[in-house]
């Protein structure tokens, strides 16, 4: 990803961010959230200074498979800043840390809210600031793109999702806005059953076509894993459960590309 520099004008908050990235489905339910958290702890395993953001209003996953010791945010009463909470040294904002659950508002709103809480909370100095998305390509996720600068984005989608309409949408959002989709990732691609065999349940064949017309760099795949699902909802996620996994080493795969 390209590094972005203070310079360039973020606001409070984010000056001292380097790259933001995104993550983002056209479908709710793909792994959007899962493939976020994950994502993140891997780079803060690389070494980076890490955050998450969880724009996710309507549905705010992070306190489910995140699980810190302090639960709610603080407010700076003075300035209104947002304290970010911190679990295994990764910063965390969401909706569900406010005490709000998720929101029942319109899209203007929740715009807005959203803006707000990612801009004026205090994420001090980051390599990466990962901002789980709402899913869609609506004015919420426009006004997102709009109100930073991202550095890269990263797709999510399953094959039976892989609606081409719906992922090219995705795509050239980003395009518009000059973000650079560094990756789609084929979640829930396949199954290894225990005769030794690759079970396909959703069909094949989607991620490649999507990579090869898109020309994008990378096509990173994670079959069906309970355990994936089982960390999530454990409020510890996969990639810190189980650094040695074979799922652990494909995250490494996608932090190599943003
Ligand atoms: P989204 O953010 O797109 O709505 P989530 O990340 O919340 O999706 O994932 C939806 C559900 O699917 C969760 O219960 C999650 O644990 C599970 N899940 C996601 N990816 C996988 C996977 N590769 N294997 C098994 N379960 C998964």
Redesign the pocket.
């Known amino acids: 990803a390209k590094p972005l520099l203070p310079e360039s004008g973020r606001p409070g908050g984010l000056a001292k961010v380097r790259h933001i990235i995104a993550v983002s489905?056209c479908k709710?339910?793909?792994?959007?959230?899962?493939?976020s958290v994950n994502l993140a702890y891997t780079l803060a395993q690389m070494g980076a200074k890490v955050g998450i953001f969880d724009a996710?209003v309507y549905?705010p996953?992070l306190p489910l498979m995140v699980d810190p010791e302090v639960k709610v945010l603080e407010m700076d009463p003075a300035t209104k800043a947002i304290y970010p909470t911190t679990y295994e040294g990764v910063k965390v904002v969401s909706f569900g840390y406010a005490g709000q659950g998720s929101a029942i508002m319109r899209g203007p709103m929740v715009s807005g809210l959203i803006q707000q809480m990612l801009t004026t909370a205090d994420w001090g100095e980051l390599d990466y600031l990962v901002v789980?998305f709402p899913?869609g390509t609506g004015d919420i996720q426009l006004t997102l793109c709009q109100t930073v600068a991202f550095s890269a984005a990263v797709i999510?989608t399953t094959p039976q999702k892989m609606a081409f309409i719906d992922v090219a949408k995705g795509i050239r959002m980003f395009a518009r806005l000059v973000v650079p989709c560094v990756a789609v990732v084929e979640?829930?691609s396949y199954f290894d059953g225990e005769d030794g065999k690759r079970y396909f349940p959703f069909g094949q064949g989607s991620g490649e076509r999507i990579q090869r017309d898109f020309g994008l760099p990378n096509l990173i795949r994670?079959?069906?894993?309970?355990d994936?699902?089982a960390a999530?909802?454990g409020g510890r996620p996969l990639v810190v459960a189980e650094p040695a996994s074979p799922t652990a080493a494909t995250f490494m795969d996608l932090g190599a590309a943003v």
């Open positions: 489905s709710g339910g793909v792994g959007k959230s899962t493939v996710d549905g996953s789980d899913p999510v979640n829930m994670f079959p069906i894993v309970p994936l699902s999530g909802d």
